[in-house]
């Protein structure tokens, strides 16, 4: 038994490093209105077609130092941490998750994964990610995710409603992106969760904020992606989310 865990776990970990090798073509491409299928995976620099062997998980960019084979020129960093990230997420989800419980959270992590990332470099959530998030987040509800259908489209409206009024009320103090971001986790999470997920995110935004103005790095005036703090606010929420409310609710 404990051999066919390890086994699964294994197997989990590889499949997070491939779903994280696709999520660097989407982040990579994504912002700049491309299409994420063609042409094939090619050195951005000098155009050339990577072979297999170049797109090994991690371990093409450990073995060419963090170089292209054909030019040398240097590969950022984001692409194996991304890779890393997304295997060590589904393992860690592995250990509380089963069935399409799992699958679904899987989903989830994924898309928050490269909306973060996308986000911190771009300033931007494209449309097409979080159309995609809503394609797929709708079959999976009708799975066994533990909630009623209901309480899904009540996730949507509880993440992105209070998103949306913030920017009405603030003139385009937030962006469309990442509204349309916490209808997606609300569709995967329901409206607890959700709500959950944005305290943290905004708790972590302010704090982070506050902390930058004070060391002179920001202006008060400044904007700040708020994209990476919803996603560190959803991971939260979906491994500890359900202790956390009842922890809360038993101190009332």
Same mark, same amino acid.
């Given at each position: ?63 060419? =130092? ?32 089963? #069935? ?49 259908? =209901? ?9 992105? #409603? ?43 935004? #302010? ?9 002179? =790095? ?35």
């Amino acid at each position: 038994m404990e051999g066919v865990k390890c086994l699964l776990a294994m197997l989990i970990f590889v499949l997070g490093l491939m779903v994280g090798s696709f999520l660097n073509v989407v982040i990579y491409r994504l912002p700049r209105s491309q299409s994420v299928s063609y042409p094939p995976s090619n050195c951005p620099e000098c155009n050339t077609r990577l072979k297999p062997l170049d797109l090994l998980p991690v371990v093409s960019w450990l073995y060419l =130092k963090g170089r292209c084979r054909y030019c040398s020129e240097h590969i950022s960093t984001v692409y194996p941490a991304t890779e890393m990230f997304t295997a060590l997420m589904f393992l860690f989800l592995s250990f509380y998750f089963n #069935g399409w419980q799992l699958v679904s959270m899987m989903v989830l992590a994924g898309i928050l994964t490269a909306a973060a990332v996308m986000d911190y470099q771009h300033c931007i959530i494209p449309n097409r990610l979080v159309i995609s998030g809503f394609i797929l987040g709708v079959p999976l509800f009708f799975m066994d995710t533990g909630l009623s259908w =209901k309480l899904h489209l009540l996730g949507v409206l509880a993440g992105g #409603g209070p998103l949306l009024f913030l920017a009405m009320l603030t003139r385009g103090g937030m962006g469309g992106g990442d509204i349309k971001l916490a209808g997606v986790v609300g569709l995967f999470l329901g409206p607890r969760l959700v709500l959950l997920t944005l305290f943290i995110g905004s708790l972590l935004a #302010g704090s982070i904020g506050i902390g930058l103005i004070m060391l002179g =790095k920001k202006g008060r005036k400044d904007t700040m992606v708020f994209g990476p703090f919803l996603a560190v606010g959803a991971f939260i929420a979906i491994i500890w989310g359900g202790r956390l409310l009842n922890w809360y609710f038993s101190r009332l």
